[in-house]
C-alpha cells in the first residue's frame, strides 16, 4: 500500500504514533523482530510423562488440534498418570497460543523445514533465523519424522489429519520440497510437473502398506506414480487423467479399495478430491505404424542396423507381441523410449514419458522381452515398462546394467531374470502391484553386486513364486520368518553370500521344495541341521556346504525319507560323530549321484553300506578317518558299484595289498 519512504502517511497516525516510527519498510522500526512473550515464558519441551484421560499425549494435539489448543485444550490428565493438569498447563502446542507472531512461527509460515529460502537473509541483533530458529535447524527433521511417526498411531483406515506433518517430515528426510505444486496451466487444466519422488515414494509407501492408511496410501501414489493432468468439470470437480504411469495409479486404486475400502484422493497438490477409476481408460492408443517407428528407434539406438531385424514376433493385427535380441551384440544405454516432438514442433518435457511416440512402452501388446547376453549398461527406468500389461517375461541378464532391481516389472510378469549384471540393490516387493505380486513365479538376480540385508529384500515375497535364485551377491543377516509361507516353492538358491545365523526349518511350509542351495557363505550358517529338514519327501539337490554347521548327521529312522535326493553336499562345515549305515538308503538306494562330506570331523569307520551307493560319487577326504585303525570298505577301494571315492588312494585306508 505504502511506496518507499511511506511519504505523505502523516494522517494516518495510531495510538503509537506513525508508520515512519514503527514500519521497517518507511524506515522506521528497531529492524528486530520482537516476540509478544519474553522468550522465558515461551515452552519448548513438553510435560514428560503427561497423557490425557483419553491416553493421548502431546504430539495429538500437535496434529488434531490449533495453536492454543481451542477445542481440546482442557482436557484433564488420566487418573493413571503421574503428572496432572490439563492440555494447557502441559503441552508446548497449547501453552505457546500468544507467540503466534514468535519469528519461528513467521517463518514455519512463510518457508520450508530448514528455512532454505530464507534462513539466512535477514539478520538481527542475535543472529540469522538459521541460528535462532528450531524450525530452521537440521534437528527439525528428526523432529517431523518423530511427530509423524506418533502421530499415525492415531490415524484411522481412511481418516486424515495428519498428512501436513508426515509430508513435512518426508520433505525434510529426503531435502525436497514439502509439497510439489509447481503446475502448468493448459486450458481448463492442470498438469504437474516432477511430482514422482523416488524417496518420498518410499517413505510414504512403507506407511500405507504398513500401516494401511488410505491418506498415506494417498500421498504414496503420487510422488510413486507420478505427474497427471487433471481437469475441472463446471461443476467443480476434478478428472484425473492422461497420467504418466496409468497401470501404477490403477494398482494403487485396487489395492486401498480391496484392502480396506478406501477411495484414492490426490493430496500431494492439495487438490483433495477422490480420483475416477484409472483402470483400463488410460493407454494412449498407438497406430501400426507407430509400432514399426518405435522398434526402429530401439534399433537405432543400440547401434544395430534396422536392416538386421530379426527376433521380432507379432500377432496377426501386426501388433509386436515378442522381442527377442538374445546375444545380438547389442551395446549403449538400455533404451526403455526415447524423445520426440509435439506435432507443433515443440518438445515434450522430460516428465512426460507418457507421450513419447518411441520405445518399449509403447508397445502395449508385448509379452515377452529377451535382451540377455548382450553388452547394454546404465540403469533401467522401470515406471515406462509398468504399461506393458501383457507382458509375462523380462530378461536382461548377462549385460552390464547397474542401480537397481526392480523384479515386479509389470502387471502379469511371470519371469524375470536380471542375474549376470552389476546391479548393486534390489527393491523390496510391494504387495501394492496385486497383480504382478501373484503372478510371479521365477526370479533370478544372481551374480549381481547387491549389498543388502536379507530381510530387506525377502520380508515380503510373492506368494507364488517357484524359484527365486540370488546367488552371488553379498546379501547378508538372517533370513526372515516371511519365508515360512511360501508354498509353491520349488527352488531356493542363495549360495555365495554373507548370510548367517541358524539354519531355518524349510520343509514344514515348502511341501514341493526341490532345490536347496545355501552353500558357501562368508558368515556362515551355524548351528544343527534342523531334524525335519530330513524329513522332506520332495528334495533332489541340498548344498549346505562352506556353512559353519555342527552336530551329527541325524539318527538313521529320518535319513530314508529322502527318497528323492540325487545330490547331499555337507562339506566344508563343522559336523562330527560317526556316518550310519543306513545313508546308503538316501535317494531310495538309487537316485543318489552325489555325496559330498568332506572337510568335516567324522571319525570311527566307513559303513560298507555307503559303498553299495550304485553310480554315486562318495567324498569324504579331510575328516578323522585316518585317525583309525578300521580300513574302508573294500568295495569302496576298487569302486566296484561307485563312480568315484576320493580316499582310494589313501594307503592306511585303502592298502594296495587288498586290491
Same mark, same amino acid.
Given at each position: 500500500?505504502?511506496?518507499?519512504?511511506?511519504?505523505?502517511?502523516?494522517?494516518?497516525?495510531?495510538?503509537?504514533?506513525?508508520?515512519?516510527?514503527?514500519?521497517?519498510?518507511?524506515?522506521?522500526?528497531?529492524?528486530?523482530?520482537?516476540?509478544?512473550?519474553?522468550?522465558?515464558?515461551?515452552?519448548?519441551?513438553?510435560?514428560?510423562?503427561?497423557?490425557?484421560?483419553?491416553?493421548?499425549?502431546?504430539?495429538?494435539?500437535?496434529?488434531?488440534?490449533?495453536?492454543?489448543?481451542?477445542?481440546?485444550?482442557?482436557?484433564?490428565?488420566?487418573?493413571?498418570?503421574?503428572?496432572?493438569?490439563?492440555?494447557?498447563?502441559?503441552?508446548?502446542?497449547?501453552?505457546?497460543?500468544?507467540?503466534?507472531?514468535?519469528?519461528?512461527?513467521?517463518?514455519?509460515?512463510?518457508?520450508?523445514?530448514?528455512?532454505?529460502?530464507?534462513?539466512?537473509?535477514?539478520?538481527?541483533?542475535?543472529?540469522?533465523?538459521?541460528?535462532?530458529?528450531?524450525?530452521?535447524?537440521?534437528?527439525?527433521?528428526?523432529?517431523?519424522?518423530?511427530?509423524?511417526?506418533?502421530?499415525?498411531?492415531?490415524?484411522?483406515?481412511?481418516?486424515?489429519?495428519?498428512?501436513?506433518?508426515?509430508?513435512?517430515?518426508?520433505?525434510?528426510?529426503?531435502?525436497?520440497?514439502?509439497?510439489?505444486?509447481?503446475?502448468?496451466?493448459?486450458?481448463?487444466?492442470?498438469?504437474?510437473?516432477?511430482?514422482?519422488?523416488?524417496?518420498?515414494?518410499?517413505?510414504?509407501?512403507?506407511?500405507?502398506?504398513?500401516?494401511?492408511?488410505?491418506?498415506?496410501?494417498?500421498?504414496?501414489?503420487?510422488?510413486?506414480?507420478?505427474?497427471?493432468?487433471?481437469?475441472?468439470?463446471?461443476?467443480?470437480?476434478?478428472?484425473?487423467?492422461?497420467?504418466?504411469?496409468?497401470?501404477?495409479?490403477?494398482?494403487?486404486?485396487?489395492?486401498?479399495?480391496?484392502?480396506?475400502?478406501?477411495?484414492?484422493?490426490?493430496?500431494?497438490?492439495?487438490?483433495?478430491?477422490?480420483?475416477?477409476?484409472?483402470?483400463?481408460?488410460?493407454?494412449?492408443?498407438?497406430?501400426?505404424?507407430?509400432?514399426?517407428?518405435?522398434?526402429?528407434?530401439?534399433?537405432?539406438?543400440?547401434?544395430?542396423?534396422?536392416?538386421?531385424?530379426?527376433?521380432?514376433?507379432?500377432?496377426?493385427?501386426?501388433?509386436?507381441?515378442?522381442?527377442?535380441?538374445?546375444?545380438?551384440?547389442?551395446?549403449?544405454?538400455?533404451?526403455?523410449?526415447?524423445?520426440?516432438?509435439?506435432?507443433?514442433?515443440?518438445?515434450?518435457?522430460?516428465?512426460?514419458?507418457?507421450?513419447?511416440?518411441?520405445?518399449?512402452?509403447?508397445?502395449?501388446?508385448?509379452?515377452?522381452?529377451?535382451?540377455?547376453?548382450?553388452?547394454?549398461?546404465?540403469?533401467?527406468?522401470?515406471?515406462?515398462?509398468?504399461?506393458?500389461?501383457?507382458?509375462?517375461?523380462?530378461?536382461?541378464?548377462?549385460?552390464?546394467?547397474?542401480?537397481?532391481?526392480?523384479?515386479?516389472?509389470?502387471?502379469?510378469?511371470?519371469?524375470?531374470?536380471?542375474?549376470?549384471?552389476?546391479?548393486?540393490?534390489?527393491?523390496?516387493?510391494?504387495?501394492?502391484?496385486?497383480?504382478?505380486?501373484?503372478?510371479?513365479?521365477?526370479?533370478?538376480?544372481?551374480?549381481?553386486?547387491?549389498?543388502?540385508?536379507?530381510?530387506?529384500?525377502?520380508?515380503?515375497?510373492?506368494?507364488?513364486?517357484?524359484?527365486?535364485?540370488?546367488?552371488?551377491?553379498?546379501?547378508?543377516?538372517?533370513?526372515?520368518?516371511?519365508?515360512?509361507?511360501?508354498?509353491?516353492?520349488?527352488?531356493?538358491?542363495?549360495?555365495?553370500?554373507?548370510?548367517?545365523?541358524?539354519?531355518?526349518?524349510?520343509?514344514?511350509?515348502?511341501?514341493?521344495?526341490?532345490?536347496?542351495?545355501?552353500?558357501?557363505?562368508?558368515?556362515?550358517?551355524?548351528?544343527?541341521?534342523?531334524?525335519?529338514?530330513?524329513?522332506?519327501?520332495?528334495?533332489?539337490?541340498?548344498?549346505?556346504?562352506?556353512?559353519?554347521?555342527?552336530?551329527?548327521?541325524?539318527?538313521?529312522? #529320518?535319513? !530314508?525319507?529322502?527318497?528323492? &535326493?540325487?545330490? *547331499? +553336499? %555337507? $562339506? =566344508? @562345515?563343522?559336523?562330527?560323530?560317526?556316518? /550310519?549305515?543306513?545313508?546308503? #538308503?538316501? !535317494?531310495?538306494?538309487?537316485? &543318489?549321484?552325489? *555325496? +559330498? %562330506? $568332506? =572337510? @568335516?570331523?567324522?571319525?570311527?569307520?566307513? /559303513?560298507?553300506?555307503?559303498?553299495?551307493?550304485?553310480?554315486?560319487?562318495? &567324498?569324504?577326504?579331510?575328516?578323522?578317518?585316518? @585317525?583309525?585303525?578300521?580300513?574302508?570298505?573294500?568295495?569302496?577301494?576298487?569302486?566296484?558299484?561307485?563312480?568315484?571315492?576320493?580316499?582310494?588312494?589313501?594307503?592306511?585306508?585303502?592298502?594296495?595289498?587288498?586290491?
Amino acid at each position: 500500500m505504502y511506496e518507499s519512504g511511506c511519504s505523505g502517511t502523516e494522517k494516518w497516525a495510531g495510538n503509537m504514533g506513525l508508520a515512519t516510527d514503527h514500519c521497517c519498510f518507511c524506515g522506521g522500526g528497531s529492524h528486530t523482530l520482537p516476540l509478544t512473550t519474553s522468550s522465558s515464558s515461551i515452552c519448548t519441551e513438553d510435560t514428560q510423562g503427561w497423557y490425557d484421560q483419553r491416553g493421548y499425549d502431546c504430539v495429538w494435539y500437535e496434529v488434531m488440534d490449533g495453536p492454543g489448543c481451542p477445542d481440546y485444550g482442557d482436557q484433564t490428565a488420566h487418573e493413571s498418570s503421574t503428572v496432572k493438569g490439563s492440555a494447557i498447563n502441559h503441552c508446548c502446542h497449547c501453552k505457546n497460543a500468544a507467540v503466534a507472531s514468535n519469528v519461528n512461527v513467521v517463518y514455519q509460515g512463510s518457508d520450508y523445514p530448514g528455512c532454505p529460502k530464507f534462513g539466512t537473509n535477514f539478520t538481527g541483533d542475535k543472529g540469522s533465523a538459521s541460528e535462532n530458529c528450531c524450525y530452521c535447524k537440521d534437528p527439525m527433521c528428526d523432529d517431523f519424522n518423530r511427530k509423524c511417526q506418533k502421530a499415525s498411531n492415531y490415524w484411522q483406515t481412511g481418516y486424515g489429519g495428519t498428512g501436513e506433518l508426515c509430508d513435512k517430515a518426508a520433505s525434510c528426510s529426503c531435502k525436497t520440497d514439502p509439497y510439489k505444486t509447481v503446475t502448468n496451466f493448459v486450458v481448463n487444466s492442470k498438469e504437474t510437473v516432477g511430482l514422482y519422488d523416488e524417496c518420498k515414494c518410499n517413505y510414504w509407501l512403507s506407511l500405507c502398506e504398513d500401516r494401511q492408511v488410505g491418506e498415506a496410501c494417498d500421498y504414496a501414489a503420487e510422488y510413486c506414480c507420478g505427474d497427471k493432468t487433471f481437469l475441472f468439470s463446471d461443476d467443480g470437480s476434478m478428472d484425473f487423467n492422461l497420467r504418466n504411469s496409468p497401470q501404477c495409479y490403477c494398482d494403487f486404486y485396487k489395492y486401498t479399495e480391496n484392502e480396506f475400502g478406501h477411495k484414492l484422493q490426490s493430496r500431494a497438490n492439495n487438490a483433495g478430491k477422490p480420483f475416477l477409476n484409472p483402470c483400463g481408460r488410460a493407454i494412449w492408443p498407438s497406430s501400426t505404424e507407430e509400432r514399426k517407428e518405435s522398434l526402429e528407434a530401439i534399433y537405432n539406438a543400440t547401434n544395430v542396423d534396422h536392416c538386421q531385424w530379426y527376433g521380432i514376433s507379432c500377432d496377426d493385427e501386426g501388433h509386436v507381441t515378442g522381442i527377442d535380441l538374445r546375444d545380438n551384440n547389442l551395446a549403449g544405454k538400455f533404451q526403455v523410449y526415447t524423445r520426440n516432438v509435439y506435432s507443433k514442433g515443440h518438445p515434450i518435457p522430460e516428465s512426460y514419458w507418457y507421450w513419447t511416440k518411441y520405445g518399449l512402452a509403447n508397445l502395449y501388446e508385448l509379452k515377452t522381452i529377451d535382451l540377455a547376453e548382450n553388452k547394454l549398461t546404465g540403469t533401467i527406468e522401470y515406471r515406462p515398462l509398468y504399461n506393458l500389461h501383457e507382458l509375462t517375461h523380462f530378461d536382461v541378464s548377462g549385460n552390464q546394467l547397474s542401480g537397481e532391481v526392480e523384479a515386479l516389472v509389470a502387471p502379469l510378469l511371470k519371469y524375470a531374470d536380471f542375474s549376470n549384471n552389476g546391479f548393486t540393490s534390489m527393491r523390496r516387493f510391494e504387495k501394492y502391484k496385486v497383480r504382478s505380486f501373484q503372478t510371479l513365479r521365477y526370479c533370478d538376480v544372481s551374480n549381481n553386486a547387491f549389498q543388502q540385508n536379507a530381510t530387506g529384500i525377502l520380508e515380503i515375497i510373492p506368494p507364488n513364486i517357484e524359484q527365486f535364485i540370488a546367488s552371488n551377491n553379498q546379501i547378508y543377516g538372517r533370513l526372515p520368518a516371511s519365508l515360512n509361507n511360501l508354498p509353491k516353492l520349488r527352488q531356493f538358491n542363495m549360495a555365495s553370500n554373507a548370510l548367517s545365523g541358524d539354519l531355518p526349518d524349510f520343509t514344514e511350509s515348502f511341501a514341493t521344495l526341490e532345490d536347496l542351495d545355501l552353500s558357501n557363505q562368508m558368515e556362515g550358517f551355524t548351528g544343527p541341521i534342523p531334524e525335519k529338514l530330513w524329513r522332506s519327501l520332495s528334495l533332489k539337490t541340498l548344498h549346505l556346504a562352506g556353512n559353519r554347521l555342527t552336530g551329527t548327521v541325524p539318527v538313521p529312522s #529320518l535319513v !530314508g525319507n529322502l527318497a528323492v &535326493l540325487e545330490v *547331499l +553336499d %555337507l $562339506s =566344508n @562345515n563343522l559336523l562330527k560323530g560317526s556316518l /550310519p549305515s543306513e545313508l546308503e #538308503l538316501l !535317494g531310495g538306494g538309487g537316485s &543318489l549321484k552325489h *555325496l +559330498d %562330506l $568332506s =572337510n @568335516n570331523a567324522f571319525t570311527e569307520v566307513i /559303513p560298507y553300506q555307503i559303498g553299495q551307493l550304485q553310480g554315486a560319487s562318495v &567324498l569324504l577326504k579331510d575328516n578323522r578317518f585316518q @585317525n583309525t585303525s578300521t580300513t574302508a570298505p573294500l568295495n569302496l577301494c576298487l569302486e566296484r558299484e561307485v563312480k568315484e571315492f576320493d580316499l582310494a588312494d589313501v594307503t592306511s585306508l585303502c592298502p594296495p595289498e587288498r586290491n
